[in-house]
Structure formats: C-alpha cells, structure tokens
C-alpha cells in the first residue's frame, strides 16, 4: 500500500453513519462494499479487520487506524 491512502475520511465518515452497533465483522465488510461512492481501498482496509465483531464505532475505528499504521502510512495521513 502506497504512504498516502486513497480514501477520504469522508468515506469511512458515510460507511460509518451507515452501521448500527454492535456489529459482526462480516456485516461491516458488506456494508463498505455496498455504500456508493466509498472508495475501493475501504473495503480493503475493512477485509483486514481482526476482530468477528465490533462492538462500538470507536472500536471500529481504533482497529482501521492500526491496520493503516501497520502498513506504513504516517499518522497524520490516516483517514480515519
């Protein structure tokens, strides 16, 4: 993955105005594949997610940012 991702944070800010928690890792996925106008690194990202099930946005959130930093992309680049 490239230093400087291609999705906005308004595409994990759509994605995640969609989900209602608690929610399974597979409802997440699904749910960033089917919203219009997220980016293709979004589902991407969220395929990696280690967790089977979330039970806050703001685990969500902690999770997609470590996943971003753990693939060499500078803090202050992480959309989410």
Do not use: N
């Amino acid at each position: 993955m490239a230093t400087k991702p291609h999705a906005s944070a308004g595409d994990y800010r759509d994605l995640f105005a969609a989900l209602v928690f608690p929610a399974s890792k597979v409802a997440i996925v699904s749910k960033g594949r089917d919203r219009g106008g997220v980016d293709r690194e979004v589902a991407s990202i969220l395929s990696l997610l280690p967790r089977a099930s979330y039970r806050s946005l703001a685990e969500l959130q902690a999770d997609v940012r470590a996943i971003y930093l753990g693939r060499g992309v500078p803090a202050g680049s992480v959309p989410v």
